[in-house]
T-cell receptor
Framework: QKEVEQDPGPLSVPEGAIVSLNCTYS??????FMWYRQYSRKGPELLMY????GNKEDGRFTAQVDKSSKYISLFIRDSQPSDSATYLC??????????FGKGTRLHILP | DTGVSQDPRHKITKRGQNVTFRCDPI?????LYWYRQTLGQGPEFLTY????????KSRLLSDRFSAERPKGSFSTLEIQRTEQGDSAMYLC????????????FGPGTRLTVL
C-alpha cells in the first residue's frame, strides 16, 4: 500500500458545480496536510494546508481532514474554468518529509 | 519576478550524455529541494540543502546524479550518462527553514532522453 493514495482522474465537471477531491493515507505520523495546484507546464503551488482534523475555508476552497479515517478532502465551490489543473494532496511528517499524491486532473467545462 | 527560477526549461539529450540543470531559489530562503516528477505522478523527493550543506539524499538519487549548492545560493543538478528512464520533469523548490512545510516550486526543467 502506498503511503498516499489519490485518484488520478481525469475529473470533468460543468462550470459552477461543487468539486470534491480526496486522498487517503496510511502513515499516522503525518501532521500537516496540504493541497497543491499545478497548472500545465508549471510547478505546483500551495493552495491550502491544515494541521489537525477539521475544516479550513479560504474563499471558494475548503480543506477537510479526518485523521481517524486517514482521509482528506478539498472542496471547490462555484468551480470556474480557471480551476482546471492538477490538484496534488501532500502530507508532511514530523521529520519534515513531504509525500505527494499522484494528483487528480480536473477539467471545468464552460 | 522574485519566485524560484530554473534553467533550462527544456532539455533534449541523447542517452549517455551528461546534463546540468540550474535552480535559483527565492533569495531569503535557506532550504532548497530537488524533486523529480514523471507523467501522472506527484513530485518525488531527490535531495535537499540547508544553505550550502546537502542534508539528505533519496535512494532515488543514483550515483549518476550529483547536486551542489555552492555558497548557499543557486543549485545545480547534474546527471551523468543519462538513461531513457531519467526522462522527467525536474522541479526545484525553496523554503524558509521555519516554515519548511510550505515549499515554493519553480517551473521545472523537462528532460527528454532519446
Amino acid at each position: 500500500q502506498k503511503e498516499v493514495e489519490q485518484d488520478p482522474g481525469p475529473l470533468s465537471v460543468p462550470e459552477g458545480a461543487i468539486v470534491s477531491l480526496n486522498c487517503t493515507y496510511s502513515n499516522s505520523a503525518f501532521q500537516y496536510f496540504m493541497w497543491y495546484r499545478q497548472y500545465s507546464r508549471k510547478g505546483p503551488e500551495l493552495l491550502m494546508y491544515t494541521y489537525s482534523s477539521g475544516n479550513k475555508e479560504d474563499g471558494r476552497f475548503t480543506a477537510q481532514v479526518d485523521k481517524s479515517s486517514k482521509y482528506i478532502s478539498l472542496f471547490i465551490r462555484d468551480s470556474q474554468p480557471s480551476d482546471s489543473a492538477t490538484y496534488l494532496c501532500a502530507m508532511r511528517s514530523s521529520d519534515d518529509k513531504i509525500i505527494f499524491g499522484k494528483g487528480t486532473r480536473l477539467h471545468i467545462l464552460p | 519576478d522574485t519566485g524560484v527560477s530554473q534553467d533550462p526549461r527544456h532539455k533534449i539529450t541523447k542517452r549517455g550524455q551528461n546534463v546540468t540543470f540550474r535552480c535559483d531559489p527565492i533569495s531569503e530562503h535557506n532550504r532548497l529541494y530537488w524533486y523529480r516528477q514523471t507523467l501522472g505522478q506527484g513530485p518525488e523527493f531527490l535531495t535537499y540543502f540547508q544553505n550550502e550543506a546537502q542534508l539528505e539524499k533519496s535512494r532515488l538519487l543514483s550515483d549518476r546524479f550529483s547536486a551542489e549548492r555552492p555558497k548557499g545560493s543557486f543549485s545545480t543538478l547534474e546527471i551523468q550518462r543519462t538513461e531513457q528512464g531519467d526522462s522527467a520533469m525536474y522541479l526545484c523548490a525553496s523554503s524558509l527553514a521555519q516554515g519548511a512545510f510550505n515549499r515554493f516550486f519553480g517551473p521545472g526543467t523537462r528532460l527528454t532522453v532519446l
